[in-house]
């Protein structure tokens, strides 16, 4: 096998453990939903709905609409949020 191949290889090999790698992290744990406008700031789960921060620790407000924070499945309305985010305008 020549070098090239060889990297070739590597490179679909990298590819193809992300793709499996981003579906195992896109599917919410056992028994949780996403619950969106609960959280309190800096304790949301991770990126917004809008795009506005990245990851977790980072919203700024109380019970913003676009955080989201992990409850147990069936929880989230009865907590007063909602399972869905705001449409974007």
């Known amino acids: 096998m020549n070098s090239q191949t060889m990297i ?3 490179l ?3 590819l193809a453990l992300s793709s499996v790698a981003g579906s195992a992290i896109a599917a919410d744990p056992a028994g949780k939903e ?3 406008g609960i ?3 800096s304790q949301n789960d991770c990126a917004n709905g809008v795009g506005t921060h990245a ?6 407000a109380d019970n913003d609409p676009q ?6 499945a069936g929880s989230c309305t009865v907590l007063g949020g909602k399972t869905a985010p705001p449409a974007k305008s």
Do not use: R, T
Not at 55 to 60: A, D
Not at 67 to 72: G, L, R, S
């Open 34 to 36: 996403k619950c969106y």
């Open 39 to 41: 959280s309190k700031a």
């Open 55 to 60: 990851c977790s620790g980072q919203s700024k």
């Open 67 to 72: 955080d989201w924070k992990y409850v147990a």
């Open 12 to 14: 679909l090999g990298l």
């Open 8 to 10: 070739k290889s590597a």
